[in-house]
């Protein structure tokens, strides 16, 4: 046991003043600290010789776990719902643009490489995220942090990071099936999806005010334990819905980026996350064999050339079409030009899950290495790469551009136009969110069925009634969400119904039309909302006549108590809108 700790110890201690050495002279000589941590475990891993310096590998990979995770969510509490909201669709844009192109790319790279399938799959992904970590650090040092182009960067990597935790699951699944079709892809972004809503909704409801509770007491240290407290906690139930730890970490730290004690959790947080995060990256490094990176020097430049230039065409087109100038839409893309963490959780996973070959990891350190050095001074010269660029570009596609770059940016609606289009999408989105709702409700009724805990919880051994028990009590809890969802589709239907009759036509058979119109889609709606309902809940779906012992009871309790789920239902929607709209943090 004493021997135990002391192997350890020392290679804790390795490992820190390695990376302790290593950052001093990154700092003299204004270099990433990212790029000097993997660097540090290069020099201290197996692979270089004479001997390793690292007695216990897997405490290291252990500890380097719990780096992912601070990792992750610190990456979470950056995450900002207004900032994303001015700059949503200019960062929509450019961020599909460029992890289609990239993984497109990656893909076939790897096929042209004559690479297994898994391989070119993994190696797209990897090449699809830009690094947070090296962008906001390579902005800051050039002092572009709260420039206009920055600000669009920042919404982009939010909307990345959205897209990783996506293909974090895909890759899973790909990964346990060695396939992945369309129903598949469906099935896994439904319950994905459905999951991130439940999660951010009951999260924002209930994590800041425990949280601003907790501060009342005034203790650094109990607000540090309990925010511990609910990362870990959120990770452990993560992992057992077999989704991946990083994406445990990220929800959280989003969700308590809501909070009104942000501020201070980073400054108690960011010295543990450096910590961790520095055993992360040097773990990163320990990895990488020069004998692969010589081995494989040939697809190593192609791989990095394609990161610069399709990371930099596709960020700067997708800027480009939503009205940017060209200097702003360069800034934007040579800003994205690289790869990281991620990138290295992603490999991290294809080796987990042995899926992958021993030569991708290194190869995407190596990619990384490149790009995160080139990242600082292709900022600094995305102006003079724009004139370069200009120079080849003719002059009448130049005009073009000025001409609908001016054109995007007179775009104005009107206030009424404005409002009803504000009303429109604000009603989508409540519509969209409590269906996400039902349909987590339902689902987790069906998985909690198929445990011992759902047999326990019911005490009835006939199987029809203990379905019917279940999906009953399903029904019941997602009563107000599917009264909700009726009362928007009703009056988005009223207004469509405005819109698409015309008032030229006899005014009774206008009133007419449109009266069948609002009456029409939502009974339609509903309709296809309980087949959808009926689909997922295959499982425990009860037999007809006791379904219709169940629509019986819930018809009576929409009739004796509709009003009670919709004050309650407006309750907590008012709750959720007070707690974003407290959050004045602007990201860092």
Same mark, same amino acid.
């Not at 240290?221 to 959120?234: D, P």
């Not at 309902?533 to 425990?540: D, M, N, Q």
């Given at each position: 046991?004493?021997?135990?700790?002391?192997?350890?110890?020392?290679?804790?201690?390795?490992?820190?003043?390695?990376?302790?050495?290593?950052?001093?002279?990154?700092?003299?000589?204004?270099?990433?600290?990212?790029?000097?941590?993997?660097?540090?475990?290069?020099?201290?891993?197996?692979?270089?010789?004479?001997?390793?310096?690292?007695?216990?590998?897997?405490? @290291?990979?252990?500890?380097?776990?719990?780096? @992912?995770?601070?990792?992750?969510?610190?990456?979470?509490?950056?995450?900002?719902?207004?900032?994303?909201?001015?700059?949503?669709?200019?960062?929509?844009?450019?961020?599909?643009?460029?992890?289609?192109?990239?993984?497109?790319?990656?893909?076939?790279?790897?096929?042209?490489?004559?690479?297994?399938?898994?391989?070119?799959?993994?190696?797209?992904?990897?090449?699809?995220?830009?690094?947070?970590?090296?962008?906001?650090?390579?902005?800051?040092?050039?002092?572009?942090?709260? !420039?206009?182009?920055?600000?669009?960067?920042?919404?982009?990597?939010?909307?990345?990071?959205?897209?990783?935790?996506?293909?974090?699951?895909?890759?899973?699944?790909?990964?346990?099936?060695?396939?992945?079709?369309?129903?598949?892809?469906?099935?896994?972004?439904?319950?994905?999806?459905?999951?991130?809503?439940?999660?951010?909704?009951?999260?924002?409801?209930?994590?800041?005010?425990?949280?601003?509770?907790?501060?009342? *007491?005034?203790?650094?240290?109990?607000?540090?334990?309990?925010?511990?407290?609910?990362?870990?906690?959120?990770?452990?139930?993560?992992?057992?819905?077999?989704?991946?730890?990083?994406?445990?970490?990220?929800?959280?730290?989003?969700?308590?980026? !809501?909070?009104?004690?942000?501020?201070?959790?980073?400054?108690?947080?960011?010295?543990?996350?450096?910590?961790?995060?520095?055993?992360?990256?040097?773990?990163?490094?320990?990895?990488?064999?020069?004998?692969?990176?010589?081995?494989?020097?040939?697809?190593?430049?192609?791989?990095? *050339?394609?990161?610069?230039?399709?990371?930099?065409?596709?960020?700067?087109?997708?800027?480009?079409?939503?009205?940017?100038?060209?200097?702003?839409?360069?800034?934007?893309?040579?800003?994205?030009?690289?790869?990281?963490?991620?990138?290295?959780?992603?490999?991290?996973?294809?080796?987990?899950?042995?899926?992958?070959?021993?030569?991708?990891?290194?190869?995407?350190?190596?990619?990384?290495?490149?790009?995160?050095?080139?990242?600082?001074?292709?900022?600094?010269?995305?102006?003079?790469?724009?004139?370069?660029?200009?120079? *080849?570009?003719?002059?009448?596609?130049?005009?073009?551009?000025?001409?609908?770059?001016?054109?995007?940016?007179?775009?104005?609606?009107?206030?009424?136009?404005?409002?009803?289009?504000?009303?429109?999408?604000?009603?989508?989105?409540?519509?969209?969110?409590?269906?996400?709702?039902?349909?987590?409700?339902?689902?987790?009724?069906?998985?909690?069925?198929?445990?011992?805990?759902?047999?326990?919880?019911?005490?009835?051994?006939?199987?029809?009634?203990?379905?019917?028990?279940?999906?009953?009590?399903?029904? @019941?809890?997602?009563?107000?969400?599917?009264?909700?969802?009726?009362?928007?589709?009703?009056?988005?239907?009223?207004?469509?119904?405005?819109?698409?009759?015309?008032?030229?036509?006899?005014?009774?058979?206008?009133?007419?039309i449109r009266r069948i119109i609002s009456e029409i889609i939502p009974v339609?709606?509903?309709?296809?909302?309980?087949?959808?309902?009926?689909?997922?809940?295959?499982?425990?779906?009860?037999?007809?006549?006791?379904?219709?012992? @169940?629509?019986?009871?819930?018809?009576?309790?929409?009739?004796?108590?509709?009003?009670?789920?919709?004050?309650?239902?407006?309750?907590?929607?008012?709750?959720?809108? !007070?707690?974003?709209?407290?959050?004045?943090? !602007?990201?860092?």
């Open positions: 046991m004493h021997t135990h700790i002391l192997l350890f110890i020392q290679d804790l201690a390795v490992i820190m003043l390695a990376a302790g050495l290593i950052t001093i002279l990154c700092h003299r000589f204004k270099q990433p600290v990212v790029f000097g941590y993997i660097i540090a475990g290069i020099i201290i891993g197996p692979h270089t010789p004479p001997v390793s310096l690292i007695s216990d590998e897997m405490t @290291v990979r252990t500890l380097a776990e719990a780096g @992912v995770i601070f990792l992750m969510f610190s990456l979470g509490l950056e995450f900002n719902l207004h900032k994303l909201g001015k700059v949503g669709v200019a960062a929509s844009v450019a961020a599909l643009a460029e992890i289609v192109l990239m993984i497109w790319l990656g893909y076939g790279i790897g096929r042209f490489f004559h690479w297994a399938t898994l391989d070119s799959i993994f190696l797209g992904a990897i090449l699809a995220i830009s690094s947070t970590t090296i962008i906001i650090k390579a902005l800051d040092e050039l002092g572009m942090k709260k !420039e206009s182009f920055a600000q669009l960067i920042f919404g982009i990597l939010i909307l990345e990071d959205i897209f990783a935790i996506v293909i974090l699951a895909l890759l899973s699944n790909i990964a346990s099936t060695g396939s992945l079709s369309l129903k598949e892809i469906i099935t896994t972004l439904t319950r994905l999806s459905s999951f991130l809503v439940v999660a951010f909704v009951f999260g924002f409801l209930l994590v800041p005010r425990l949280l601003a509770y907790i501060a009342k *007491f005034k203790s650094a240290e109990m607000l540090l334990i309990s925010v511990l407290g609910l990362c870990f906690g959120f990770c452990l139930l993560v992992v057992k819905l077999n989704y991946s730890v990083a994406l445990g970490a990220f929800v959280m730290g989003a969700i308590i980026a !809501e909070s009104k004690q942000l501020k201070m959790i980073e400054n108690l947080i960011m010295p543990i996350r450096d910590m961790f995060s520095a055993i992360f990256f040097v773990s990163v490094g320990m990895l990488f064999d020069p004998k692969i990176v010589v081995h494989y020097f040939v697809p190593i430049v192609i791989i990095t *050339f394609a990161v610069v230039v399709g990371k930099i065409l596709a960020c700067s087109v997708g800027a480009l079409l939503t009205g940017r100038d060209g200097n702003t839409a360069m800034r934007v893309g040579t800003g994205l030009a690289q790869i990281g963490e991620f990138s290295f959780i992603i490999a991290t996973l294809g080796i987990t899950l042995n899926v992958t070959s021993n030569f991708l990891y290194p190869i995407a350190v190596a990619v990384s290495a490149i790009t995160t050095l080139l990242t600082p001074y292709l900022i600094k010269h995305a102006d003079k790469l724009t004139r370069c660029v200009s120079i *080849f570009v003719p002059k009448k596609l130049v005009t073009v551009f000025h001409l609908y770059t001016s054109w995007m940016q007179s775009i104005h609606p009107r206030r009424s136009q404005l409002n009803l289009t504000k009303s429109i999408n604000r009603s989508v989105r409540h519509i969209i969110i409590n269906l996400f709702i039902v349909i987590a409700i339902f689902l987790s009724s069906g998985y909690m069925a198929k445990t011992e805990f759902g047999k326990i919880a019911t005490q009835i051994t006939n199987a029809h009634i203990q379905k019917m028990i279940i999906w009953g009590g399903a029904l @019941v809890l997602s009563l107000p969400s599917l009264i909700a969802v009726y009362r928007k589709i009703k009056g988005l239907s009223m207004i469509l119904a405005e819109l698409s009759v015309e008032n030229s036509i006899e005014n009774r058979l206008t009133l007419r339609l709606a509903i309709v296809g909302i309980m087949f959808l309902i009926f689909t997922l809940s295959a499982s425990i779906l009860p037999p007809v006549e006791l379904l219709a012992v @169940v629509f019986v009871i819930v018809t009576l309790l929409i009739i004796g108590l509709l009003p009670w789920f919709i004050r309650l239902h407006s309750k907590l929607q008012i709750s959720l809108a !007070e707690t974003l709209n407290k959050n004045t943090v !602007e990201p860092k």
